[in-house]
């Protein structure tokens, strides 16, 4: 591991600045139930400059929401500007209803159940006849 991943990884407590999961060298850490990946040293593309360590699984999908938020028309001026107002989106409107509509084709886990395993059934019945 470079020294300066080091020193920042130290700074920082040794937890990903985002996910806050332990961050050891050389391993990959369970945290919150889900694998997180190894320490990663993040960075701006588009100058270089070094932002801190986030674990590899979260440095993914940073970069992955960068660049959905330019391809979709945001652009490298707006997509901050854009990530900033979807979380505060979020925020406000992911934890309860605002409005007193459901979306015509949303399926709660139980009908995303029972649709799996009748189109599980319909594949063992059709591997049956052959």
Known sequence: MAPVTKQLLA???HKCLLCEAPLIQGKRSTFKGSQRGLPCLDHDHDHGAVRGVLC???NTGEGKIRTAAMRYGMGKE????????LAAY?????????T????????NEDEK????????????????ES
């Open 78 to 85: 707006n997509y901050i500007d854009w990530i900033i107002k």
């Open 90 to 98: 979020y925020h406000k409107r992911a934890r309860k209803p605002v």
């Open 100 to 107: 007193p509509y459901i979306h015509p084709e949303h399926k």
């Open 113 to 128: 159940r029972l649709e799996r395993n009748a189109k599980a059934r319909k594949a063992r019945a059709k591997k049956k």
């Open 56 to 58: 590899n699984t979260c």
């Open 11 to 13: 700074q920082q407590g």
